[in-house]
């Protein structure tokens, strides 16, 4: 019993003094992203004139910023289950943006994305009903 108890808590002690990060909540806590392009469900291709103008970073506290044109935006992102994905409701700051196609879709679609899916380096956001998809590739920060 001694043998036992002894061999449990050295092995608290050695699990709990792991030097190793946690992974990422679902794999995108703690990463940012910029547009590639939408592909509607009935097949429409939409590419953003300049991907970086249009980002979203997800925190590992359940937060998020975006970036929709040249309006900025703050909210909070929770997971429903495996590759199941929520947004709250969005506070975007807005300012006057010269016309573009992305951001009425984003701001419009946003709040029914329900899934993702993280594949070959790219983040993926599936709206609702076969609303389409938005597809991000990570935003690489200068060395």
């Not at 994905?85 to 994305?113: N, Q, T």
């Amino acid at each position: 019993m001694k043998t036992s108890l002894l061999l449990l808590v050295t092995l608290g002690l050695v699990v709990g003094c792991s030097s190793a990060k946690p992974a990422p909540l679902g794999g995108i806590g703690g990463t940012s992203w910029q547009l590639v392009k939408f592909q509607g469900g009935n097949g429409t291709v939409l590419t953003p004139d300049d991907r970086a103008k249009y980002t979203v970073a997800f925190t590992n506290d359940g937060n998020l910023r975006t970036r929709f044109d040249c309006n900025r935006g703050r909210g909070v992102w929770i997971l429903n289950g495996p590759n199941q994905i929520r947004f709250g409701p969005l506070d975007v700051k807005r300012e006057a943006c010269a016309p573009g196609p992305f951001y009425d879709h984003l701001v419009k679609r946003w709040p029914y994305v329900r899934s993702y899916v993280v594949k070959d380096g790219h983040l993926f956001l599936s709206v609702i009903d076969n609303g389409g998809t938005y597809e991000f590739e990570p935003i690489v920060k200068p060395g």
